[in-house]
């Protein structure tokens, strides 16, 4: 099963292995710094789910969990 940044619980660390889509949301996402190789640690979900929150190098960055979706962790 593969697991993406959308399935991780508050806490949980992981690393990026791949982003799957190759347009619009591809390129937001690495102009964020979200690259394949980087560590992250999921922080919170908004209280409706969405967006979600993560924190990389110091830095917390909120994605939707249609970009988060598109994040494959190893």
């Not at 992981?14 to 999921?42: F, H, Q, W, Y």
């Not at 919170?44 to 909120?62: F, K, N, T, W």
């Amino acid at each position: 099963m593969t697991r993406t940044l959308k399935d991780l619980v508050p806490g949980e660390k992981a690393r990026i292995k791949a982003i799957t889509d190759s347009g619009i949301i591809r390129r937001r996402i690495v102009e964020m710094g979200l690259v394949p190789g980087m560590e992250l640690t999921m922080e919170r979900y908004a209280p409706l789910g969405d967006p979600i929150e993560v924190s990389s190098q110091g830095l917390l960055l909120s994605l939707r969990k249609e970009e988060a979706d598109t994040i494959i962790l190893e």
